[in-house]
């Protein structure tokens, strides 16, 4: 079945460092990518679409100029978080689906990387 | 503004089936109901989805009213690696890349 990776899988940084999360498709490709955060306790809420070759999709409240989103390829989609702070502490999850264009395979959901579990200290 | 009512905790005793129901009373003709589960600290995995037929796969049955208002998931035979939150999600057309919408979905404790 399709698999989505996510890398790394945890990171401890320092404030005011950047930190890079990798999520790429494994054996499709995928023209949109999404990416949640999930707090403790909580739901996972969408932070952003990530669209291959054009400029990512932000929901209400999330800053674009502190998630930054790249979708360069077909198979890859990466979330900059810069200059961490404790707050932005939480899991990152990304997802995919298969299929490309704006018709996506037919009867394809979307796969889930494992997360990225982020500390700032 | 979730689509889905769940009821946020179930226990089930190993080797039963575990029925997980969900509401979606105002789904739309085109939305899919999806089911997802996420055991601590992963991210969720796909378990199956139906527009109005019942679905079977290797995980899981998945029976929705013919009103489409509301559905049930049905783990036939739970073991204790079920233990998880399952999400039911409602989402517009199979085709595209539709954001999905997270709710609070169910804890499911299977007891051995």
């Known amino acids: 079945g399709a698999v989505v990776s996510q890398h790394p899988s945890r990171v401890i940084c320092k404030s005011g460092t950047s930190v890079k999360i990798e999520c790429r498709s494994l054996?499709?490709?995928?023209?949109?990518m999404f990416w949640y955060r999930q707090f403790p306790k909580k739901s996972l809420m969408l932070m952003a679409t990530?669209?291959?070759?054009?400029?990512?999709?932000?929901e209400q409240g999330v800053e674009k100029d502190k998630f930054l989103i790249n979708h360069a390829s077909l198979t890859l989609s990466t979330l900059t978080v810069t200059s961490a702070h404790p707050e932005d502490s939480s899991f990152y999850i990304c997802?995919?689906?298969?299929?490309?264009?704006?018709?996506?395979?037919?009867?394809?959901?979307?796969?889930f990387g494992d997360g990225t579990r982020l500390s700032i200290l | 503004d979730a689509k889905t009512t769940q009821p946020p905790s179930m226990d089930c005793a190993e080797g039963r089936a575990a029925n997980l129901p969900c509401n979606h009373s105002t789904i739309s003709g085109n939305e899919y109901v999806y089911w997802y589960r996420q055991i601590h600290s992963q991210g969720p995995q796909y378990i199956i989805h139906g527009l109005k037929n019942n679905e079977t796969n290797e995980m899981a049955s998945l029976i929705i009213t013919e009103d489409r208002k509301s559905s049930t998931l049905i783990l036939p035979h739970a073991t204790l690696r079920d233990t998880a939150v399952y999400y039911c999600i409602v989402s517009p057309t199979n085709f595209g890349n539709e954001k999905l919408t997270f709710g609070t979905g169910t804890r499911l404790t299977i007891i051995p």
């Open positions: 054996d499709f490709q995928a023209t949109t």
């Open positions: 990530s669209n291959e070759g054009s400029k990512a999709t932000y």
């Open positions: 997802s995919a689906r298969a299929g490309t264009g704006i018709r996506a395979a037919s009867n394809q959901p979307q796969h």
